[in-house]
């Protein structure tokens, strides 16, 4: 018998296992019976983030069918392809997919029967998704592997390289041959600028809120009416203002005749709102995503950051630099596939053929003159071409008064809704996708060595992934509606770019400004930081990773697990930075931080690649050698 320990049964670890049933055939001998004990605290599928305890106002910023826990057939893996629905097809029949269970919430229910493919699901729907995704991983073991669930907290791993691996939990030890950690998305302590902001705000009886996971923040501190900073504009401040107006009572309803058009809205206030200002380094929220398919062909990907040109820039002599070095080529491809689905779904508002087009544009850099002028010449529209630089910073250079900025804003922000919402912009999806594929080789950039210290934190970890999340991963139009109502309802009230927040001790209220206002200062009883957490071993929450990062098994260029970035195994600096033959860790916490857990269908997703890749090399692992092991009292999961 063998045993295998995965900590965290969120939708990381429920892929790891799927991947498990789908090779045990192939790679664990009939007679060869294998344990599986899942640790968390939270319950499997959704584990912490995607748990149904939350509040039903928070959604996905995904549509329904741009999500899937499952192979399909552009999967380049080892192992068996074993499809599955996404979350769409999932939600229009689930009786249809086994295990069946009924979905306990009525109002879960009601909204899984009522969801169409292009709807953003709730945050609950999701979680019945992964709850179902989980008890189908376990229902495709073949017999001789069983699962086991601890509702329990991993408080540390030790043990030998060559010996058995002791999982602490609250109530007892894990003995395992194998132990994963897919730990999912993790708090960090405050850094030091935030503990100081709490001490000042306990000085002054002020409210403080440091980076946090919006499921799981208490705002009751934040009085009606009371005047507060908002810092920050992507996902965490839309769920933020979500849950600060609607979930005190507020209402929006229609408001098709008003200044926001057909699809306009106004707020209704309860009263019990706080006034928020909002500001950030870009001063803008997040570009809304897309509500509309590709209208052309899709764009064959990648083009021309695969892994022959990754592999040409990793042999240059000397460091290497993400924006100098990589991102041209990153740059070329997103604008490939802008043009693509420009020339081949909008050509009457193109001057050259699609191929004379191409050919010029396969022989030019990205920031080449020759390049802006042939867009100029074939693509007359200057709201048709792609200027990262505008779409990255646009409030560079704009001073307003208050009042001016409110309203520069909010035609901002209704533009680009009324962009994201309507098809004949459909190159914003083409360059979404080639966006996307990207991630193919990002994730052997980000582990490469060749990287400078300051390009690995600030611009890979600081400008690439904000500038991937301000351009594809905001939230959906309806929510920037919503944005526009509170504005007009004098709720949210916008603070401009580059925002600074000072502490004022005389009068203990924090001040912030921004040169978009030139000599303008708001102040305010209360802050929120409205970001997640940024992770980093150094101040990282998780006890297991705490132990790790003392007995350095570390990144020192960004403070993540370094591990093998086909499987997942850990470098193990013990060991010469050979991979443990004992411990896999797949994860945002990693180096492979980019292999996201679930995916869009037909995309060949990493993370799926190296799940197959994990499982294959811990059955191989597994079945080399066997061993007793005892475990704590558990909940038994049993196949349906």
């Given at each position: 018998?063998?045993?295998?320990?995965?900590?965290g049964?969120?939708?990381?670890?429920t892929g790891?296992?799927?991947?498990?049933?789908?090779?045990?055939?192939?790679?664990?001998?009939t007679?060869?019976?294998?344990?599986?004990?899942?640790?968390?605290p939270?319950?499997?599928?959704g584990?912490?983030?995607?748990?149904?305890?939350?509040?039903?106002?928070?959604?996905?910023?995904?549509?329904?069918?741009?999500?899937?826990?499952?192979?399909?057939?552009?999967?380049?893996?080892?192992g068996?392809v074993?499809?599955?629905?996404?979350?769409?097809?999932?939600a229009?029949?689930?009786?249809?997919?086994?295990?069946?269970?009924?979905?306990?919430?009525?109002a879960?229910?009601?909204?899984?029967?009522?969801?169409?493919?292009t709807?953003?699901?709730?945050?609950?729907?999701?979680?019945?998704?992964?709850?179902?995704?989980?008890?189908?991983?376990v229902?495709s073991?073949?017999p001789?592997?069983?699962?086991?669930?601890?509702?329990?907290?991993?408080?540390?791993?030790?043990?030998?390289?060559?010996?058995?691996?002791?999982?602490?939990?609250?109530d007892?030890?894990?003995?395992?041959?194998?132990?994963?950690?897919?730990l999912?998305?993790?708090?960090?302590?405050?850094?030091?600028?935030?503990?100081?902001?709490?001490?000042f705000?306990a000085?002054?009886?002020?409210?403080?809120?440091?980076?946090a996971?919006?499921?799981?923040?208490d705002?009751?501190?934040?009085?009606?009416?009371?005047?507060?900073?908002?810092?920050?504009f992507?996902?965490?401040?839309?769920?933020?203002?979500?849950?600060?107006?609607?979930?005190?009572g507020?209402?929006?309803?229609?408001?098709?005749?008003?200044?926001?058009?057909?699809?306009?809205?106004?707020?209704?206030?309860?009263?019990?709102?706080?006034?928020?200002?909002?500001?950030?380094r870009r001063?803008?929220?997040?570009?809304?995503?897309?509500?509309?398919?590709?209208?052309g062909?899709?764009?064959?990907?990648?083009?021309?950051?695969?892994?022959?040109?990754?592999?040409?820039v990793?042999?240059?002599p000397?460091?290497?630099?993400?924006?100098r070095?990589?991102?041209?080529?990153?740059?070329k491809?997103?604008?490939?596939?802008?043009?693509?689905e420009?020339?081949?779904?909008?050509?009457?508002?193109?001057?050259?053929p699609?191929?004379?087009?191409?050919?010029?544009?396969?022989?030019?850099?990205?920031?080449?003159?020759?390049?802006a002028?042939?867009?100029?010449?074939?693509?007359?529209?200057?709201?048709?071409r792609?200027?990262?630089?505008?779409?990255?910073?646009?409030?560079?250079?704009?001073?307003?008064?208050p009042?001016?900025?409110?309203?520069?804003?909010?035609d901002?922000?209704?533009a680009?809704?009324?962009?994201r919402?309507?098809?004949?912009?459909?190159?914003?999806?083409?360059?979404?996708?080639?966006?996307?594929?990207?991630?193919?080789?990002?994730?052997?950039?980000?582990?490469?060595?060749?990287?400078?210290?300051?390009?690995?934190?600030?611009?890979?970890?600081?400008w690439w992934?904000?500038?991937?999340?301000?351009?594809?991963?905001?939230?959906?139009?309806?929510?920037?509606?919503?944005?526009?109502?509170?504005?007009d309802?004098?709720?949210?009230?916008f603070?401009?770019a580059?925002?600074?927040?000072?502490?004022?001790e005389?009068?203990?209220?924090?001040?912030?400004?921004?040169?978009?206002?030139?000599?303008?200062?708001?102040?305010?009883?209360?802050?929120?930081?409205?970001?997640?957490?940024?992770?980093?071993?150094?101040?990282?929450?998780?006890?297991?990773?705490?132990?790790?990062?003392?007995d350095?098994?570390?990144?020192?260029?960004?403070?993540?697990?370094?591990v093998?970035?086909?499987?997942?195994?850990?470098?193990?600096p013990?060991?010469?930075?050979?991979?443990?033959?004992?411990?896999t860790?797949?994860?945002?916490?990693?180096?492979?931080?980019?292999?996201?857990?679930?995916?869009?269908?037909?995309?060949?997703?990493?993370?799926?690649?190296?799940?197959?890749?994990?499982?294959r090399?811990?059955?191989?692992?597994?079945?080399?050698?066997?061993?007793?092991?005892?475990?704590?009292?558990?909940?038994?999961v049993?196949?349906?």
């Amino acid at each position: 018998m063998s045993t295998l320990a995965i900590i965290g049964a969120g939708p990381r670890g429920t892929g790891l296992l799927e991947r498990i049933a789908a090779n045990a055939a192939e790679l664990l001998p009939t007679g060869r019976t294998l344990e599986i004990h899942m640790v968390d605290p939270y319950p499997p599928g959704g584990g912490r983030i995607w748990r149904y305890d939350q509040s039903p106002l928070l959604r996905m910023n995904s549509m329904a069918e741009d999500v899937t826990m499952f192979t399909d057939e552009t999967s380049t893996i080892e192992g068996p392809v074993r499809p599955g629905p996404s979350l769409a097809e999932w939600a229009a029949a689930p009786q249809e997919f086994s295990p069946y269970e009924p979905v306990t919430d009525p109002a879960v229910r009601a909204e899984l029967a009522g969801l169409a493919p292009t709807d953003f699901p709730t945050r609950r729907a999701q979680s019945a998704y992964l709850d179902w995704a989980f008890r189908h991983a376990v229902a495709s073991l073949p017999p001789q592997i069983t699962v086991t669930v601890h509702r329990d907290t991993a408080l540390s791993v030790t043990g030998p390289a060559d010996g058995p691996q002791l999982v602490q939990l609250s109530d007892g030890v894990l003995v395992a041959d194998q132990v994963v950690l897919t730990l999912g998305h993790l708090g960090s302590a405050p850094a030091e600028q935030h503990r100081e902001l709490a001490r000042f705000a306990a000085r002054h009886g002020r409210f403080h809120l440091p980076p946090a996971f919006s499921s799981d923040v208490d705002l009751s501190g934040v009085a009606p009416g009371e005047q507060l900073l908002l810092r920050g504009f992507g996902l965490a401040f839309v769920d933020l203002v979500a849950i600060l107006t609607e979930g005190r009572g507020g209402r929006f309803v229609p408001a098709p005749d008003g200044p926001g058009g057909p699809d306009g809205l106004v707020y209704l206030p309860s009263g019990r709102e706080p006034v928020i200002h909002v500001g950030s380094r870009r001063g803008v929220p997040y570009h809304s995503k897309t509500g509309y398919r590709l209208q052309g062909p899709p764009a064959p990907l990648p083009r021309y950051f695969d892994a022959a040109a990754v592999d040409r820039v990793l042999a240059r002599p000397g460091p290497l630099e993400l924006r100098r070095d990589f991102w041209p080529l990153m740059a070329k491809e997103i604008g490939f596939g802008h043009y693509h689905e420009l020339f081949h779904a909008h050509a009457e508002r193109v001057r050259l053929p699609w191929a004379d087009f191409l050919d010029r544009y396969e022989q030019l850099d990205w920031y080449a003159p020759e390049l802006a002028a042939l867009v100029e010449q074939a693509v007359p529209d200057p709201a048709d071409r792609l200027d990262f630089e505008q779409l990255d910073r646009p409030l560079t250079g704009v001073e307003l008064s208050p009042d001016g900025l409110q309203q520069h804003l909010r035609d901002h922000i209704r533009a680009d809704a009324d962009r994201r919402a309507d098809a004949g912009h459909s190159t914003d999806l083409g360059a979404f996708l080639a966006l996307l594929s990207l991630f193919g080789q990002l994730p052997r950039i980000m582990a490469s060595d060749r990287l400078t210290d300051r390009s690995a934190a600030e611009e890979l970890d600081g400008w690439w992934f904000g500038f991937f999340s301000f351009l594809a991963s905001g939230p959906p139009g309806f929510r920037l509606r919503q944005l526009l109502a509170l504005s007009d309802a004098g709720v949210v009230r916008f603070l401009g770019a580059d925002l600074r927040v000072e502490p004022d001790e005389r009068t203990g209220t924090f001040v912030a400004t921004s040169p978009t206002t030139p000599g303008h200062a708001v102040r305010a009883t209360a802050l929120i930081e409205g970001y997640l957490p940024h992770h980093t071993l150094a101040r990282t929450e998780d006890p297991i990773l705490r132990g790790l990062a003392r007995d350095g098994e570390l990144l020192d260029s960004s403070g993540l697990l370094t591990v093998s970035l086909a499987d997942g195994r850990l470098l193990d600096p013990a060991l010469g930075d050979a991979p443990h033959p004992r411990r896999t860790a797949l994860g945002p916490f990693t180096n492979g931080r980019a292999y996201a857990a679930f995916a869009r269908p037909r995309t060949n997703a990493p993370g799926f690649r190296q799940n197959d890749a994990a499982a294959r090399s811990l059955l191989d692992r597994l079945r080399s050698g066997a061993r007793e092991t005892a475990a704590p009292a558990s909940e038994q999961v049993t196949r349906a």
